[in-house]
C-alpha cells in the first residue's frame, strides 16, 4: 500500500484523473446494472464509453485543477476557509460540471438538441447537489490531503453520476413510453 501510495504522490495528476474517470464509468455500469434500464438487458457499453470520456475530457480534469485553484485562493482547513471554498464551489463549478455532464453526453450522442437534458434536469439536479456537494466538499477541504482530494471527489461523484445518470435514463425511458 505504501508504494500505491507513493506513486500517487509523485504522480498526482496521473492518479487523480486515472481514479477519477474510473468511477465515472463506474457508476453509469453500477446504475445500468442495478438500478436497470427498464426493458434492456445488460450494460451498454457504448453509453459508459460516453460517460467516462465526459469524466476524463471534463470533469477529472476540471476538478484536478478547480480543487488547487480553490486551495490557493483559500487555504487552510479551518471553518471559515472550508466554508468559504464549499459556498464557491457551489456557485461556481457545481453549475459548470452538471452542465457539462448533459450538454457533453448529448454532444456525444450526437443529439439534435444537445441543450434539451440540461434545460429539463438541470435545476433538480443542482438543488440536490447543493445538499449532498456541501457535505461531501466539507469532508474533502477540512480532512482530506490536498494531493488526494480529486479521487475523494471522484468517490462523492461515483455516487453522483449514479443519481446523474438514473435521471437522465429514467426520463429518456419515459419520453420513449409516451412517444409510442
Not at 449532498?132 to 461515483?158: K, M
Amino acid at each position: 500500500m505504501n508504494r500505491v501510495w507513493s506513486a500517487f504522490r509523485a504522480r498526482p495528476y496521473l492518479g487523480n484523473v486515472a481514479g477519477y474517470t474510473a468511477l465515472f464509468a463506474s457508476a453509469d455500469v453500477f446504475q445500468q446494472s442495478v438500478l436497470g434500464r427498464r426493458g434492456s438487458p445488460g450494460v451498454d457499453w457504448r453509453q459508459t464509453a460516453r460517460v467516462a470520456a465526459v469524466g476524463f475530457c471534463f470533469h477529472a480534469n476540471f476538478n484536478y485543477q478547480w480543487l488547487r485553484w480553490l486551495e490557493r485562493r483559500l487555504p487552510g482547513g479551518g471553518a471559515k476557509a472550508v466554508v468559504g471554498k464549499v459556498v464557491v464551489d457551489q456557485l461556481v463549478a457545481a453549475p459548470l460540471t452538471i452542465s457539462a455532464f448533459y450538454i457533453g453526453l448529448s454532444l456525444l450522442e450526437d443529439k439534435e438538441d444537445i441543450f434539451e437534458d440540461w434545460r429539463q434536469k438541470f435545476w433538480t439536479s443542482y438543488k440536490t447537489g447543493v445538499l449532498f456537494w456541501s457535505s461531501v466538499q466539507a469532508i474533502n477541504f477540512s480532512v482530506v490531503p490536498g494531493v488526494a482530494r480529486t479521487v475523494f471527489l471522484g468517490g462523492g461523484s461515483l455516487l453522483f453520476t449514479i443519481y446523474l445518470c438514473h435521471l437522465r435514463q429514467h426520463q429518456h425511458q419515459d419520453l420513449q413510453v409516451q412517444n409510442k
